[in-house]
Every structure is written in structure tokens, then in C-alpha cells.
């Protein structure tokens, strides 16, 4: 139940093309849902995030579109760029009101190559 | 600002040694939190330290240890290493414990048990 689903784990698109994530949860207290980017050598950095009171969230060429009913959020990239070229990962945790279990549950990753 | 900083960047053990890992956070951040990057497992929850206690504990041997001290900095222990402990090691920080304000990944420790 703490699990969160990712795919797919590798992804190809063409510069300018859109790029779709799609995670799924099943432990419904869950209340935070973050993307995180990592490019190789690096730490994962944070990318957008959303709560579960707003079913999209836009910043950019990134949106996150969130589906509370079927459990599932997906990235999406509009307008791809090679330098977009990068492993995500999506993760919830439990933010709760004031407390937290204080960890992020990670999905294991997407590895996106956008080529020019 | 600096970032989470972690040390040392690379670490190669040998099988049944100890490897010790550290974190700083970023300053004025309370919460440290350790996670394994294993190849294609993607990131795997470690540990969780805030005000200087263990908060929350992944599903590790209790080989996999640490402890923050008074500054907020953190440091990984991992007693007895097994080859498939050679994994990237993240950590984080964060303002509080609640996690609102997000969290901030260093670079990672690159351990290689041999």
C-alpha cells in the first residue's frame, strides 16, 4: 500500500514533442505528490509539485494533471528539449495536518531522451 | 545559500568493513533524511532524523544506522557491508518535519563494496 507505480521506465520523444509520466498510488492518505529530476552525477531536484485539493498544476512547459478518483498523476513536458534529457521520478508522502511519516515514497524512475 | 552537501563524494569498502557517510543540511533545515539509489530500484527510504532523533526507519537491517547531531548535521553508518549495499547514497533536508516546505537532495555518496 505504500507503493507508487511509475511507467514507463524509459521514455524517447522527439525535440519538441510531448512527454507523458504516469504514477499511480494505492495508500489514499497520501497528500503530497512531487516530481523530482535527476540528471547523471546529481542529487534529485525538484521539479513541480501538487496537493490533492487541484486536479492540475501548470509551471512552464511542466504540468501535472492529478486524478484523485483512479489514484494516478502524471508529468507532462510539453514542447521537449534535449535538454529535458534526464531520469524522473515521482513520489507522495504524508503531510498531514502539522505531522508527517517524513519521508517521500519515490517511484523508480522514468529515463526520458529527447532527441534533436 | 549552499545546498545539502554531502562527503565524501566516492567511497570504495570491502566486503564485512564499515562505511560512514555524511550529510550537512541546508542551513536552518531541522530534518536530515537518508535514502539508497540501487540501480533500478530506484530511491529507497532510509532514514528520517529531525531535532536530533530518529523519526521514521525504512525496511533496512539494523546494520544501516546513523544519528544528527546538535548542528543538524547527519551521518549514515553502515556496519558489515555486503556487496549489494554498493549503491548511491542521497541525502535530504528539509525546513521542519512536516515536509511542507519541500526537500533538497545532495549529490549523493557513491559506495562501492568490493
Known amino acids: 500500500q505504500q507503493q507508487v507505480k511509475q511507467s514507463p521506465q524509459s521514455l524517447i520523444v522527439q525535440k519538441g514533442g510531448i512527454s507523458i509520466i504516469n504514477c499511480a498510488y494505492e495508500?489514499?492518505?497520501?497528500?503530497?505528490f512531487p516530481w523530482y529530476q535527476q540528471f547523471p552525477g546529481k542529487g534529485p531536484a525538484l521539479l513541480i509539485a501538487?496537493?490533492?485539493?487541484?486536479s492540475e498544476k501548470k509551471e512552464g512547459r511542466f504540468t501535472i494533471s492529478f486524478n484523485k478518483s483512479a489514484k494516478q498523476f502524471s508529468l507532462h513536458i510539453m514542447d521537449s528539449q534535449p535538454g529535458d534529457s534526464a531520469t524522473y521520478f515521482c513520489?507522495?508522502?504524508?503531510?498531514?495536518?502539522?505531522?508527517?511519516?517524513?519521508?517521500?515514497?519515490f517511484g523508480k524512475g522514468t529515463k526520458l531522451s529527447v532527441k534533436p | 545559500e549552499a545546498g545539502v552537501t554531502q562527503s565524501p563524494t566516492h567511497l570504495i569498502k570491502t566486503r564485512g568493513q564499515q562505511a560512514t557517510l555524511r550529510c550537512s543540511p541546508i542551513s536552518g533545515h531541522t530534518s536530515v533524511y537518508w535514502y539508497q539509489q540501487a540501480l533500478g530500484l530506484g530511491l529507497q527510504f532510509l532514514l528520517w532524523?529531525?531535532?536530533?532523533?530518529?523519526?521514521n526507519r525504512g525496511n533496512f537491517p539494523p546494520r544501516f544506522s546513523g544519528r544528527q547531531f546538535p548542528n543538524y548535521s547527519s551521518e549514515l553508518n553502515v556496519n558489515a557491508l555486503e556487496l549489494e549495499d554498493s549503491a548511491l547514497y542521497l541525502c535530504a533536508s528539509s525546513l521542519d518535519g512536516t515536509g511542507r516546505n519541500g526537500y533538497t537532495f545532495g549529490s549523493g555518496t557513491r559506495l562501492t563494496v568490493v
Open positions: 495508500n489514499t492518505a497520501f497528500d503530497y
Open positions: 513520489a507522495a508522502s504524508i503531510l498531514g495536518n502539522g505531522g508527517s511519516q517524513g519521508n517521500l515514497i
Open positions: 501538487i496537493r490533492p485539493d487541484v
Open positions: 532524523y529531525d531535532e536530533g532523533e530518529e523519526r
